[in-house]
């Protein structure tokens, strides 16, 4: 995707606590996999962080992210959004990562990279439009985090990010530094 307009504003991205599927090595996409008792405890570490400002909670419909939400952020509510959940690997949902393809094929039954693009696009888009004054704190998935790099960091999708640690998008110019919090 090229010449899309950026999100009016910061944002802030958080993966999810450590999966089953990320403890195994497997391919989870839109496989709802549970979190571990270490993907649990990275989420309840959240609940300990200082927020710079008030934040606007959402989370991807897969259980991976609301359990991350009800336990990083107890008490709070949150908006899931469609837009939000990890790619559709298709054929290859739970095989071994080392079975994942490259990330533009498009997998047989599955999502294309640039379909993912664009719905992560719209996605981050309305739900910082909609945050008020509020920082827009969206918990997802690597896949999400990688493509919002590409859209808008001028870099490349990066390294898989690391579970339950907030990245930071700030606003500088027409592009987005990706820090984390």
Known sequence: MTD?????????LIRHGETTANADGCIAG???VALTERGRAQARALADRAWPMRIA?????????RETCDLGFPGLAF??????????WGVFEGRPLADQPRREDT???GECWPGMQARVHQAICEICAASGAALPVLVCHSGVIRAARLLWTGG????????AVPILFQRSGGQFE???L
């Open 4 to 12: 899309v307009a950026p999100p009016p504003r910061s944002f802030c």
């Open 30 to 32: 839109r496989t709802d």
């Open 57 to 65: 909670l959402y989370s991807s419909p897969l259980s991976r992210a």
């Open 79 to 88: 908006t899931c959004h469609d837009g939000l959940r990890e790619r559709d």
């Open 107 to 109: 997998p047989e039954a």
């Open 156 to 163: 490349g999708v990066g390294a898989r990010p690391a579970n």
């Open 178 to 180: 990706e820090k984390e």
